[in-house]
């Protein structure tokens, strides 16, 4: 069975191909679109293949409570999955959802990060392929996701002074700024951690 055929009572594909058409207007990333796509096949699966429009906000509380409880999903797990189906109510098919005091929320801590040391890096930065090594840097000196990278421009760079403007995926400058603690700071607020990896 293809991910996008769910059955053909619920018009799946008429449905998602709206859930695509209202991320694709909001310039989203590919990679949200398919975890979005991914996240309203999974909740019409899990009521019995029925369509969103049937279903309100008992049903969303109780599969995001079924997903903390009996899935043992992360909080940040839970929270896509609330955020995917909040945009599926109102930016698809236009239906305010009342706020779900009553859902369950994971226990499971948040996981810690793996550092490694900076010699470490230094190895691990070397044994990338040559025609990779810049890419690599880039995305552990910048903090940019793949596709930023990729999709860097000429006009991103700032020769001169050696920076590239990132506005990692926010749509306002600001938002980055916040998001990287240099709010009022200035372009040198945050040292780059390959600075260090010698």
Known sequence: MKPDSVNSDVSP?????????????RHYSLRTEQAYVHWVIRFIRHCGMRHPRELGAREVSAYLSY???????AAATQQQALSVLLFLYKQVLEIELPWLDDLVRPKKPARLPTVLHVDEVARLLDAIRPEHALMGRLLYGTGMR???????RIKDVDFLRREIHELLGHSDVSTTMIYTHVLNRGGRGVVSPLDAVR
């Open 146 to 152: 793949l596709m930023e990278c990729l999709r860097l």
């Open 67 to 73: 997903l903390a409880s009996e899935r043992d999903v």
């Open 13 to 25: 594909s008429r449905l998602l191909d709206q859930v695509r058409a209202a991320i694709r207007v």
